[in-house]
Each structure stands twice: as structure tokens, then as C-alpha cells.
């Protein structure tokens, strides 16, 4: 990272980091649906370390459950000293969905996702849970915006 990457208080811009999460989250999605995948949503980024100017940043994503046409994608962050031989610290981590799109931008299906070790098991639970989650966030934010709509009340 260097200094036009920085903040105001002198650390890497945590902008410049979702860059980072969301082009390998792109590229793994891309890779597993064979074909194109946008960002449909990001559901977590959690900074967990400070990324400063000089550190050397590793970004290491893998799709974690698939349905019809998306995917979440886990994302970790790493970073490192350049000129130490300290281990990688995680500094970070995300959780995206991508759509698989066709040319003309609609949902194509993508291969499933077949978790194999214990840890793709939980990382596969773990991603149904936050995509129920999600989809009743949605489905309750819909629900009171149409309820505030039929009592007259505008935003």
C-alpha cells in the first residue's frame, strides 16, 4: 500500500480495501459461475486491523454456498510488513453475493457449490443463515414501507 491510498489519520482507506475485497470476490465468482458475475450485495466488512502504507495486502476469497443464479463469496485480508518476516495478519474480512448474468445482464445458473472439508460445511451453513437473514431483512423493510405507504405517511 502506498501513501495515496491513505486517509486522514495516515492508515490505508478502507474504500481502497472493499476494492480490493470486491475485484477477488469478482474474480472467484467469475471463475466458478464460468462467465460473468456482478456484486449484488455486501453483507459484512469487518476491519479488524489497521492496513498501513508499506504493508503488503493478500486478499484470498472462496465461494462458500451458491443457489439458482448467485453466490456468496467469503473474503479474508491479509497484510504484512514489507520489510519484516512476521506472518500475514488478518485485518480484515467480507462477505459478498454475486449474480451470475448473462450477455444481456440477466440471472444465469452457476454450478454448485459441493463443500468437502468440515470447514466448507460450516462455511456453507454459516451462508444459508446469512442469506435467511438477509432475505427477511428485505422481505420486513418491504412489508413497512408498503404499510407507511396505505397510512398515508410519506418519507
Known sequence: MTGSDTNLLGTVHGG?????VDDAAGAVA?????????????DEMAFLEPVRVGDLVHVKAQVNWTGRSSMEIGVRVLAERWNESTPATQVGSAYLVFAAVDAD??????PPVIPETERDKRRYQEAQIRRTHRLARRRAIKELR????????ED
Open 16 to 20: 481502497v480495501i472493499m476494492k480490493l
Open 105 to 110: 445482464g440477466k440471472p444465469r445458473p452457476v
Open 30 to 42: 467469475g471463475r466458478h459461475s464460468e462467465g460473468p458475475a456482478v456484486t449484488a450485495s455486501m
Open 146 to 153: 408498503a404499510q407507511r405507504a396505505a397510512e398515508g405517511i
